[in-house]
């Protein structure tokens, strides 16, 4: 009987006690202030990098605004609110986060890390009524689904290996053959696919087959073993290795590379994550050379009256979060930007009502330090191009578009 | 053919090391009927430990083995005697509740330290390879496997040789009567589980040095291997834990050269589960259930 | 003709008699008291709760408490087979995840409404529970833990590698918006009441089974597997049983979390960590009672809950630090500890910890 009586007293205790700590501990927007939220990745697999760059890069953006006096409306000046909780890096845990952040009132949401925390969020924000500006999550598979109210400041998956291979076409001699390993998510296999049309259109020949990166070159999200691949495309003897995945799969690939003695003519490129101070800090020596795909680099023209020009957004950033100039965590740009997005389209919509908020941001056509920001019909940013670095002497040097190189290309890249 | 032979030839490689690996975790299980869900964890704790000696004071991955295997030793002696003694004798899923708290604590306070980055040793040497042919033998697994073969024999040759090994022997038999006949048990144990982290950190070691770890993937990955790997070469049988290493480092290898890359996993579960349902004691060991030492 | 004397439910088990239902229910209703009525009066009393206080809540503990719920008849479904008849499976995820994705194949794939879906996504799994159950069922202690274990790795690799069924690594995503929708989306107050309903149905089914003939077998199986197999129960039919009847509580429950989440990935629904959290559920409330996984469900995810807001990047390390402390301290679990300290007036924790070590 004891069991009974302790078991409801248990349960009744536990509802009070759910009640008083409801779903976290912040206030929502209310009086002269905005709320913005956000799932971040804390813990996880995403925990301390590209998590921590994208949170780094909201509260950079916060931080911006409110020191210029917040975001005006409605003839008063709002400070700007941000509130987060972890998500563990399970996509499932941040459409809760986003459910409850619901249920506080917080209708103004920014995305988590990474296409399938974005991709489950997504729905949730639609259904909610709330409205959301991704910043991370690049799968064109979020836009295919009709949903009206996420907006995405970030080149979509389409554009991660089509502009290495631009790139790569665009240096001489160009190569002939190019090798895709790609990882078994949604998001590495679009880019992959459209990487093989764009290198098809280019006359670069893929190796082993057009298809291998379904069947033969894909290996599972996250591997830290991608020999099966890498023997698959042995004795192919592709100028380039091109690895659509993110950073576990690239650094595998370039250590196993050497193990099995599949030695690229020309070097590597990869998706993602050369352009992270993780890669570099990894590889050590064996990541010089290696090309990678990036979301921003600094050297393009362009500025706003919130962060300044390109270049004094990574400085301002650098040295408030201690990254070094030279191995900046461009998630972080694509953080601010999307929460630049969000306080661009409250002040124009003049309120923070979430359906307001939404039809601005469908109009919407900014100029930022990020590069031109327009959304399509479906919520993606197709007028902005994505660029290409290489790295050189443990830095990122921008190589492509070549209006923006301020250095040549280690062609071939291999030493 | 020559990818067939170099994917043959890289599993073997492989396969020593992931024998090396699960060494440590068939010998805890056979001895003392626990099942170590931390297991990958300490040797993810090892390979930081050698890294950090690689970074900061430049020293050598294969030097590092000594101080890193003497750190886990350590790390396991304390975390036996002084937490995993307290449940022995509960219902066998509290210890691998327990073992699985503790995983998570060390996982997180990895990450916490160090961050969720990959990490790997860069030396000269480990990823070079020799040619045989078409087919390429990488240095650094190839040591690997010297040194689990090593490591192997000698742990064999301790256990039927030196009172130490007799004394873990017995008591994995029949603790009662070890302890009757004046062995410390509690000792006992918190040796072999120290002798299992190391050899865990010595393999982890190798990992960091070959290939590349994090603290949130590689733990998992690790200790699902040992736990597969164990099932296949018989509980408590050291040599058995080399064989169960090739033969899943070869069907690892091979299964991903003819089906796609992402069924590697599934080929692990398969092998696992039609060991158990057909031959439950493993390829080479005898007994089922307790701990007998094979040796 | 001398009557015989009327045995008790054991003596009935071992003797093979069968009872008509009616006859069951009969007995059953003419032995309450009201001291032994207590437990279905609570259970009523706290489910009526459960749902007035739908109204009243604070709005950011509705998802949680369908959180709450869904746990807690995972742990329910996990006791019966590990509490109960002693088979500690490690691989009850699977279910949850064959059922998740039954039901969003058909609905994507088929446009299946979700009312059909989720009888189908039931079918399936106890027929996985059957087909994995006969044989792995014979093994014992730590090796059927791992090969139940293999077998959830495997069925979500399986899932994983069949990309044009499932969309594979690349997620499922169930069609809720405009004319694609089979069924309209429950919202949040529909899910509430849906798995405040399945935790009501498993723990009314745990209840049952643990008073019924069934039960005794399964804690005969438990005991003394041999001894029970000698007086004639079939130990195989009972096993199977007790799993599939768990598989179908977690099949179910996976169907439901499906349709909350619409769109997900194999490693989500298959997560391993699931069946952690089952195990820790009903081991820390006390496992082989009816209350210890209600107990054990509610608190560990209200203090998930509570760490992961508060604690921000430590939650996990200190989520771990706990499950360990009470393993050491409170091994035969928290509410079991309680009930046996009130019983006794004993309530040295340390006395526990002396109890089981070395």
């Known amino acids: 009987m004891m069991q009974r009586v302790s078991a409801s007293a248990m349960v009744a205790m536990a509802v009070v006690v759910a009640a008083a700590c409801g779903g976290g501990g912040t206030t929502s927007g209310s009086g002269s202030s905005v709320t913005f939220a956000a799932p971040v990745s804390q813990t996880g697999a995403f925990g301390q990098a590209e998590g921590l760059y994208t949170l780094q890069g909201y509260k950079f953006c916060v931080q911006t605004l409110n020191s210029k006096g917040g975001i005006s409306f409605g003839g008063q000046s709002h400070k700007v609110n941000l509130v987060t909780e972890d998500d563990q890096s399970v996509a499932a845990t941040s459409a809760q986060i986003v459910d409850q952040f619901n249920d506080q009132g917080d209708k103004l949401i920014l995305s988590p890390y990474g296409s399938a925390g974005t991709t489950a969020v997504a729905p949730v924000v639609e259904r909610n009524g709330q409205v959301m500006v991704d910043s991370n999550g690049a799968d064109t598979a979020i836009f295919t689904h009709g949903y009206k109210s996420t907006f995405a400041v970030l080149s979509p998956s389409s554009s991660y290996v089509t502009s290495i291979i631009d790139a790569l076409a665009g240096l001489s001699p160009a190569p002939k053959t190019v090798a895709i390993i790609a990882a078994s998510d949604g998001f590495s296999q679009h880019a992959a696919e459209q990487g093989v049309a764009e290198a098809k259109a280019k006359g670069i020949s893929v190796v082993p087959s057009a298809t291998a990166y379904t069947s033969s070159t894909k290996v599972t999200a996250n591997a830290t073993d991608v020999s099966s691949a890498l023997i698959a495309i042995k004795g192919t003897n592709p100028d380039v290795i091109i690895i659509s995945a993110h950073l576990n799969e690239a650094v595998a690939a370039v250590k196993q590379a050497s193990e099995l003695g599949v030695k690229p003519k020309d070097g590597f490129a990869a998706t993602v994550a050369p352009p992270t101070p993780a890669f570099i800090s990894a590889l050590g020596k064996s990541s010089e050379g290696v090309f990678g795909s990036t979301q921003w680099v600094p050297e393009i023209s362009a500025s706003d009256t919130v962060f300044g020009s390109a270049h004094e957004f990574l400085t301002n950033f650098t040295n408030t979060y201690g990254w070094s100039a030279q191995q900046y965590p461009y998630q972080a740009a694509d953080a601010a930007a999307g929460c630049e997005a969000l306080a661009l389209a409250i002040e124009k919509a003049g309120s923070a009502d979430p359906a307001a908020v939404r039809t601005a941001l469908a109009g919407l056509k900014a100029d930022t330090f990020y590069g031109h920001i327009e959304f399509d019909s479906t919520g993606m940013n197709t007028v902005k191009p994505m660029y290409v670095i290489q790295i050189q002497k443990s830095a990122f040097v921008t190589i492509y578009p070549s209006s923006l190189a301020t250095k040549q290309a280690i062609w071939p890249a291999v030493s | 053919m020559s990818q067939f032979l170099q994917a043959a030839a890289y599993g073997v490689v492989q396969g020593g090391l992931l024998g090396l690996v699960a060494v440590g975790f068939s010998l805890v299980w056979g001895i003392m009927n626990v099942v170590n869900f931390s297991h990958g964890a300490l040797a993810v704790t090892g390979a930081y430990i050698a890294w950090i000696l690689n970074i900061r004071f430049g020293v050598d991955p294969f030097l590092a083995i000594p101080v890193v295997a003497v750190a886990l030793f350590a790390f396991g002696y304390v975390l036996q005697r002084g937490l995993i003694n307290l449940v022995i004798n509960a219902p066998i899923f509290l210890t691998l509740l327990l073992t699985f708290g503790l995983n998570l604590v060390i996982l997180n306070g990895l990450q916490l330290l160090f961050t969720a980055d990959d990490r790997t040793i860069d030396t000269s040497y480990a990823s070079q390879s020799f040619a045989i042919g078409a087919v390429n033998v990488p240095y650094g697994r190839l040591a690997a496997c010297f040194l689990a073969l090593g490591i192997t024999v000698a742990l064999a040759l301790m256990m039927s040789r030196t009172r130490l090994g007799h004394a873990i022997g017995a008591t994995g038999m029949d603790r009662g009567a070890a302890r009757l006949m004046g062995i410390r048990a509690r000792h006992i144990y918190a040796v072999t589980f120290g002798i299992a982290a190391a050899l865990a950190g010595v393999a982890g070691t190798m990992i960091a040095t070959v290939g590349s770890f994090n603290p949130t993937t590689t733990p998992g990955q690790l200790t699902l291997d040992a736990f597969v790997i164990s099932v296949l070469g018989g509980l408590g049988n050291m040599y058995g834990a080399l064989v169960g290493g090739l033969v899943l480092g070869i069907a690892e290898s091979l299964g991903g050269l003819l089906l796609t890359g992402t069924w590697v996993n599934a080929i692990a579960m398969a092998v696992l589960i039609i060991t158990l349902v057909i031959r439950p004691s493993g390829l080479i060991g005898k007994a089922m259930y307790g701990g007998r030492v094979e040796v | ?358």
């Open chain 3, 1 to 358: 003709m001398t009557q015989k004397p009327s045995a008790g439910p054991v003596a009935e088990v071992l003797q093979g008699r069968s009872r008509s239902t009616q006859g069951m229910f009969g007995d059953w209703i003419r032995s309450r008291t009201p001291a032994n009525s207590w437990p279905v009066v609570a259970g009523f009393a706290v489910f009526a709760a459960m749902l007035g206080l739908q109204q009243l809540i604070v709005p950011g503990t509705q998802r949680l408490l369908t959180s709450v719920f869904l746990f807690v008849a995972l742990a329910q479904a996990w006791n019966i087979i590990g509490g109960y008849t002693g088979y500690a499976s490690f691989g009850q995820v699977a279910f949850f995840g064959l059922g998740a994705y039954t039901v969003a194949v058909l609905m994507n794939n088929y446009h299946v409404s979700f009312w059909v879906a989720l009888p189908v996504a039931v079918v399936v799994g106890v027929l996985f529970a059957v087909v994995i159950g006969v044989p792995l069922l014979r093994l014992r202690g730590h090796y059927f833990a791992i090969a139940t274990l293999g077998a959830a790795e495997g069925a979500r690799e399986v899932v994983n590698n069949m990309t044009s069924v499932t969309g594979g690594g690349g997620g499922i995503t169930i069609p809720t918006f405009g004319s694609e929708a089979p069924t309209p989306y429950f919202g949040k107050p529909g899910f509430y009441l849906a798995f405040l309903v399945l935790a009501a149905v498993s723990v009314a089914v745990a209840a049952l089974i643990a008073r019924s003939r069934f039960g005794y077998a399964m804690v005969a199986v438990h005991e003394d597997e041999d001894a029970a197999g000698a007086v004639g129960i079939n130990t195989t039919v009972v096993k199977v049983i007790a799993f599939a009847v768990s598989a179908a509580i977690v099949a179910c429950a996976g169907a439901f979390y499906a349709f909350q989440q619409i769109e997900f990935y194999p490693t989500d629904v298959f997560d391993a960590s699931f069946t952690v959290l089952m195990v820790i559920m009903v081991v820390i409330g006390g496992s082989g009672s009816v209350v210890g996984p209600l107990a054990g469900a509610v608190g560990l995810e209200l203090l998930s809950q509570f760490l992961r807001v508060n604690l921000g990047s430590f939650n996990q390390l200190i989520f771990g630090a706990i499950i360990v402390l009470v393993v050491v301290f409170f091994p035969q679990g928290v509410v079991i500890y309680l009930r046996d300290a009130w019983r006794t007036r004993q309530f040295s924790i340390l006395d526990n910890v002396r109890r089981y070590r070395l």
